[in-house]
């Protein structure tokens, strides 16, 4: 239970940064910003799904919460958070590193991780943009986490900080609790030598809210577990911890309904694409 305690900690504590910056520039938007810049800002954000899908690409799971945030205060669109989601690597590349994977197979799997990303944040915001689309600004969040805006800058993006920390540390605890008792053999038994269920399986792994996910998904690669397919989407669909933030933060349970659906059928369908024509890295 201490090694549970120490992971969940550990998690946690490395997300305050991105927390804390991402919080501060909301705050500066709604304070300092006029309604005619905030609009303008939104609607400038047709590159949004290539510049999130980049960022998404580096071995950190604080750019999927950042990105989070901002899509809950509609400061950026739907594809460009999908487009971080679905390049997110999260902790695959230092286990990949730490295993001796060759540089070329990592590039390649970051590719095609942020080239998914793009297409697909592309493509949503295109479709989304046709359809009506609740607006909800900042401080409409700044009203539901419950904090005095009014106090400062500083110490109201001091308790968003302090308040989401608390809810990830919450959600990790539980989180690992359940994959330690579990065991890492049966889901290895459930993915092994499955082409078809493999990805399906995979992506329901990615849709654990924590950075096991990826951890998990990129040994059971390289043990020769999985097909390269099967990570790919299991790869994809993890988000990390971004989707605590998003059902933490969102209060419209509908629309985070649709958009991990969007997620994991992009993730899977991918998989088993790759897998239909023999793909290896």
């Not at 998990?216 to 988000?239: P, Q």
Request: glycine share 8%; proline share 2%; hydrophobic share 50%.
């Amino acid at each position: 239970m201490l090694e549970i305690l120490e992971e969940a900690v550990l998690d946690s504590i490395k997300l305050i940064p991105f927390l804390f910056v991402t919080y501060w520039i909301m705050e500066y938007l709604e304070h300092k910003m006029s309604d005619r810049h905030k609009e303008h800002m939104k609607q400038s954000g047709k590159w949004g799904p290539v510049i999130g899908s980049v960022l998404g690409a580096f071995p950190q799971c604080g750019f999927s919460v950042s990105a989070t945030n901002l899509y809950c205060g509609r400061v950026i669109t739907l594809g460009t958070l999908m487009a971080v989601y679905l390049s997110t690597s999260d902790e695959m590349i230092p286990v990949f590193l730490s295993e001796a994977v060759s540089v070329p197979v990592i590039l390649k799997v970051l590719f095609i991780k942020v080239m998914i990303g793009m297409i697909a944040g592309i493509g949503i915001d295109l479709i989304w943009r046709k359809g009506t689309q609740t607006e909800k600004e900042i401080s409409h969040l700044c009203e539901q986490a419950h904090c005095h805006c009014e106090e400062g800058m500083l110490k109201s993006t001091l308790k968003h900080t302090a308040h989401i920390t608390l809810f990830i540390f919450v959600m990790n605890l539980i989180l690992n609790s359940i994959i330690h008792f579990v065991g890492e053999e049966v889901i290895l038994g459930l993915l092994k030598n499955r082409t078809i269920l493999g990805p399906i399986l995979a992506g329901l792994i990615g849709l654990i809210p924590n950075c096991a996910a990826s951890v998990m998904t990129a040994k059971l690669y390289i043990d020769e577990v999985i097909s390269a397919g099967t990570m790919i989407a299991g790869l994809l669909v993890g988000a990390g911890v971004g989707l605590i933030v998003l059902v933490k933060e969102n209060q419209n349970a509908k629309e985070n309904l649709k958009i991990v659906s969007i997620l994991y059928l992009i993730g899977v369908l991918c998989g088993i694409l790759l897998e239909a024509v023999g793909f290896v890295l």
